[in-house]
Every structure is written in C-alpha cells, then in structure tokens.
C-alpha cells in the first residue's frame, strides 16, 4: 500500500476516547431556534476506512465527505452539474482552460475565510506523491503537468488562483467530462493549516476535521457514531433544514435491522438478506439502481493467476445468474460485461450496448457450456481437475450478500477442484488491504463516481491507486492513454471500448453482478434523494412532523 498510515489512522481510530468538537474549534450549531431540533438517525455503513477527501475510495467514506464538503460544483437530484462553492466557470474554445469564479464570502466551519488558495493548495495535495492519493490519476491526470507534480514537483500542476475568488485550471488535453470532476469528492477543498498542524490525524478528530459544507463534524465515537450538525458558516446554511445528521457505525446488518425497528435509526443500508422477502411490498423497502459493477479481484501478481487462462476458467465457472437472481434474491442483475447499465456512450446511448460488437462478453444463460469451457482452460494452463493447482484464499467483508457469494464461490471453483478458504475482515481494514495488494482473491466493486466508462475501465490502468487486482497491460494502458487524449468523443468512445475488450480477454477482473442499493428509510423523512452512484443525499432532507 502506497499509503502506509492508513491502517494506524483506522487503528487510532478505534481505540481512541470518545471526542466531541472543542467549542474554540467549532461553530456553534446556529439552528437550534425550535423547541424540538430536527436530527436524522441513518445508518450508512460501519467504521469508514477515511474521511479525507484526498485519500477516500470507498462509498461510506465518499457520503459523509459530501455531508461536510462543498466543492467547486454539485450534483442535483437529476444527476445534472450544477454551482457550487463556484457560482459560475468559463471554458475556453479549446476547452483547455477551465475558470471557476467563487462565491464571495466563503468561510471553512471555523469561521476564517476560504479563497481560491485553498483550492490550489487541495488539489496539488491529491497530486502529492506523499500523499498518493487514490484517486490522484484519474481526477488529475489531465491536468497539465500532472506528471511532474506526481514526481514530487507540486509547482507544474496546471493550477492557479489570480485572486481570491478566481480558480484556474490548465489542462494537457480536454477533458468533456472535467466539470463531473470538480464536482468530485476527492477534490473537495481542505484547509491547510489543520493538515500541516495535525499531519494525516486532521481527519481523525472532529476539533481538527474543518470543512466548508453543509454539515461539520462535531462528535466522533469509532464504532458507535458520527454527529454532523448543522454548519452556520456554509454558503446556503438558510437552505439546511436539518439540526444534525446521527451516522450510527453498524458492521452487523442484524444489528442495524433491529434499530430500525426499533426507531433508534430512521433509515438503514445493511438490511439483512434474509429479511428480504418479508419486506417486498413495504412503502419503506427501497430498491434503487446504481451504477456499477460487484465483481471479484484476482491478484496477479501472484504466479497462480498470472496466466490468463486461469483467470478466465474462475470466471467461467461462476453462475452469474444463480448469484444474482437466487442468492441475491433478484436485488442484482447477473454481470455480462465488465461496464454495465446505465453507464452513456458517446451519443447517449448505452455503453453496454456498443461493447463487443453488440453481444455479451459472458453468456449468463449458457452456464453449462461455461462451466465445460472452464474446465478445458485449467487443463490447457497445466492444472487438469484442478491437479496442482494451490489452495485459494478468497478474502471478504461482513456485509451483505459477500459471505454468501464467498460460500458459492467454494463450490463454484470445488467442481475445477480447487479448494477455497473464506476469509472475513472488519470493512475498515479491507479497502487498504486490497489497494496494497495483501490478498490472494478478493471481493471488489465499483459505483461510478461520474457516468462515462473510463471512470471504471481507469480502474485496470497498471499505474491506478484504484487497481486493486494489479492488473498490467501495455495494450490496455496505451488504449486508455489514447482515450484520455481523444478529442472527438466517437473516436474516443472506440478507444474505450477496445480497452474493455483487452481487458475482458485477459479476465483483468470477473464481474458477477451489476449493483441495486436495497435499503429500508422511514416515510418522514422528505426532501432527500438516493443517486445512482450510491449517495444518499440527506443534507438537504427535512423530517416530517
């Protein structure tokens, strides 16, 4: 793992005291006018592995960032790009350069002015080397000098403030989707003086996590709960309707069930599978659509799934329509394609369509003739039956239908007679086992951070901070590289369709199923909204009397 702090920081975390906000630190909450405040209770998820912009890939971790964050540009509840911390941005002809002119006026939740530095100052930390963010390519590699600033030179970085409420970007190449990405998590502005005083721990404790959202953290219990309330210092903080946003930290999805039951908690993620069928036809059980793909990692830097043909044969021996309509109960559509639903093609049709001349990478309905295949595939790499071939370790977190996808796969891969052992880790030290590459085979996903396929297909980039299977194609990193530079969006759509055919002929990854959020929310709750890249956006909720 390139950041090598991040497992001590979840650490800290949990064996910290309970902290709440120093009070010369933090705003005071400034909406408690009302005999009664209005907090939502919800459960999102357990411990997040980070709540740093620069350093968080996980969805947990990404909504709460969104609760006490404001970038340069928002999401609306149609997906559609709209102002944010900038009221308005110009783009040049060449689409080349990119102005963002702020708002006047904006604080951080401690009350001291937040200008266009910040901005400078936030987005050359995501290209930090040092700090080897995630997300640092992806979100950056178009912007002109990126490759220096990855070096250490943090000065080339296409990024400039000329005054205080004027924020400029250069980039390398145009980029059609660039305003997607100021409205991007990661590049969130944070404030300098608290990460240079408190070094990576800023984001452990909520008298040092200064934001400039909605929301700011003002208590922190790891494993309990995460208080937001309500910021008085944010640009439209008259718009907030809430007190305070309760996030209960729940690993067990039982645990979480009964609180919802109960009342202590009016909405929930983790609803246990086995719940499922009593809860069909209830106003409050939700079902919604994502973008994204649930799909499996294999190492390959190790020499057992260093051959292609290996890789394939697991992918094939999976029954991708058993998984998805029987063990997932139909909360999951089975995976034929590594970029699925949803996700647009450069004229709005759907990328999926357009992908390997029109026809699926993996029949789902052909499982028997798969599964043959499969078995043909061990015996042509030299493992016929199985014979020889080491013991797997397929490694998961508690949530969901992981443990019994785990179980499946056991059996799966038993009938090319390979064995499998399950390993089950706490969430919080999951993600950055799997980004350093500390596993054998891993349960993976992706929710789309933004709807063009290169926001996933940039997963398998060999030089990624998101390549969690450290898959390395030339081929591939070349196609994605043309892509990136492509200015015509027909020509550059071709590019990325020919880089998920490499990578699907390699089986870079196994895509078992496309992702629905299934999650139980209370009736008054209004005003709040669920995307398709698994945010819910409760900032903005209101609770009915």
Same mark, same amino acid.
């Given at each position: 793992?390139? =950041? ?27 909406? #408690?006018?009302? *005999? ?31 609760? *006490? ?40 939740? $401690? ?13 050359? =930390? ?20 990126? #490759? ?36 991007? *998590? ?29 929301? +700011?953290?003002?208590?922190?219990? &790891?494993?309990? @709960? ?8 944010? =640009? ?23 609180? @919802? ?26 079902? %919604? &659509?994502?973008?994204?793909?649930? @799909? ?10 260093? %051959? ?29 394609? +590594? ?42 790499? #030299?493992?016929? $039956? ?47 086992? =799997? ?32 390549? %969690? ?29 020919? *880089? ?5 002929? %390699? ?25 398709? @890249? ?12």
């Amino acid at each position: 793992m390139k =950041r090598k702090s991040a497992l001590l920081l979840v650490i800290t975390l949990i064996l910290a005291l309970t902290v709440t906000a120093c009070g010369s630190k933090t705003p005071a909450p400034g909406a #408690g006018t009302s *005999a009664a405040p209005k907090q939502l209770v919800a459960e999102i998820g357990p411990n997040p592995e980070t709540i740093d912009p620069a350093l968080n890939s996980a969805v947990d971790g990404g909504n709460m960032i969104l609760f *006490a964050f404001d970038t340069l540009l928002n999401v609306d509840k149609d997906n559609k790009i709209i102002p944010g911390a900038a009221e308005t941005y110009d783009v040049s002809k060449d689409g080349l350069t990119w102005t963002f002119h702020l708002r006047k006026g904006l604080k951080w939740s $401690d009350g001291s002015s937040l200008t266009a530095k910040d901005f400078v100052y936030s987005w050359k =930390r995501v290209a930090d080397p040092k700090t080897a963010a995630p997300y640092g390519e992806t979100v950056l590699g178009m912007v002109k000098g990126f #490759g220096e600033a990855a070096k250490g030179n943090l000065d080339a970085l296409g990024v400039s403030a000329p005054d205080d409420n004027t924020f400029v970007v250069q980039l390398a190449t145009p980029c059609a989707y660039f305003d997607k990405l100021a409205a991007f *998590a990661t590049l969130s502005p944070v404030n300098q003086a608290t990460i240079e005083k408190n070094g990576d721990a800023w984001a452990t404790k909520p008298e040092s996590y200064i934001s400039n959202g909605p929301f +700011f953290v003002a208590e922190w219990v &790891p494993s309990s @709960y995460i208080l937001f309330k309500k910021n008085p210092n944010y =640009r439209d903080a008259s718009s907030i309707k809430l007190d305070s946003i309760k996030l209960l930290l729940m690993e067990d999805p039982n645990a979480a069930y009964a609180a @919802y039951k109960t009342g202590e908690t009016m909405m929930i993620k983790d609803v246990p599978t086995a719940e499922i069928p009593s809860l069909r036809g209830n106003k409050e059980f939700h079902v %919604d &659509p994502d973008l994204g793909t649930y @799909y499996v990692s294999l190492n390959d830097k190790l020499p057992q799934f260093s %051959d292609p043909r290996v890789r394939e044969a697991l992918s094939l021996a999976i029954d991708r329509k058993y998984v998805a309509e029987t063990l997932m109960q139909g909360t999951y559509t089975p995976a034929s394609n +590594f970029i699925g639903t949803g996700v647009s093609d450069w004229d709005g049709s759907n990328f999926m369509d357009n992908a390997n001349g029109g026809k699926p990478y993996i029949d789902v309905n052909t499982f028997d003739a798969n599964l043959a295949k499969a078995k043909k595939l061990m015996a042509d790499a #030299g493992y016929p $039956d199985g014979k020889g071939f080491p013991t797997i370790t397929y490694s998961t977190n508690d949530a969901g239908y992981h443990k019994v996808v785990a179980q499946y796969l056991q059996q799966a891969w038993s009938k090319l007679g390979i064995n499998v052992n399950v390993e089950v880790v706490e969430w919080a030290a999951f993600t950055p086992m =799997r980004r350093a590459g500390n596993y054998q085979s891993s349960r993976n996903g992706w929710l789309f951070d933004y709807n063009d396929a290169s926001n996933m297909l940039d997963l398998m980039v060999s030089t990624n901070g998101n390549n %969690d299977g450290k898959y390395s194609n030339p081929k591939y990193d070349e196609l994605m590289k043309k892509a990136a530079a492509e200015v015509d969006p027909k020509t550059r759509s071709g590019y990325l369709h020919q *880089a998920e055919d490499q990578m699907m002929k %390699d089986a870079a990854a196994i895509p078992i199923a496309y992702y629905n959020d299934f999650y139980l929310q209370n009736s008054k709750i209004t005003g709040s909204w669920h995307s398709p @890249y698994g945010y819910w956006y409760f900032q903005f909720a209101d609770i009915a009397q």
